[in-house]
C-alpha cells in the first residue's frame, strides 16, 4: 500500500503564493505518474497539474498555465506544486493522486485546503 501525505495548504489573499507538498511512502513506490487534482464546493474533482515521473512532462489545466509548476523529487518520492499568483477560483481542497498507468489514479492523498480571498 502506497501513503500519500499532503502539506502546504492554508489562507492567502489573491496574488499570493504558495507551495504544496506531497511524500509518498509504503511499499517499493514505483508510479507511472503523480498529479494534483482539486475540488471546490459544490463542483467536481479536476485535474490541475500532473508529472511523469520518468521523464518529468508535465501536463498543467489551461486555468493554471504559467501560475503554477509542479516538480517532483524521485529519490525523495516527493511531488511539489508551486502556486502563484493565486485567485479566488484557485479555492479548493487540492488532493495528491499517484497513478500506475495512463489515466489511472490509484492512490489518493487526503486532501488540503487552500483558500484564496480577495
Known amino acids: 500500500q502506497v501513503q500519500l501525505v499532503e502539506s502546504g495548504g492554508g489562507s492567502v489573499q489573491a496574488g499570493g503564493s504558495l507551495r504544496l507538498s506531497c511524500a509518498a511512502s509504503g511499499r517499493t513506490f514505483s508510479s507511472y505518474a503523480m498529479g494534483w487534482f482539486r475540488q471546490a464546493p459544490g463542483k467536481e474533482r ?57 489515466g489511472i489514479w490509484n492512490y489518493w492523498g487526503q486532501g488540503t485546503q487552500v483558500t484564496v480571498s480577495l
Open 46 to 102: 479536476e485535474p490541475v497539474a500532473t508529472i511523469r515521473w520518468s521523464s518529468g512532462d508535465a501536463f498543467y489545466v489551461d486555468s493554471v498555465k504559467g501560475r503554477f509548476t509542479i516538480s517532483r523529487d524521485n529519490a525523495k518520492n516527493t511531488v511539489w506544486l508551486q502556486m502563484n499568483s493565486l485567485k479566488p477560483d484557485d479555492t479548493a481542497v487540492y488532493y495528491c493522486a499517484a497513478g500506475g498507468s495512463p
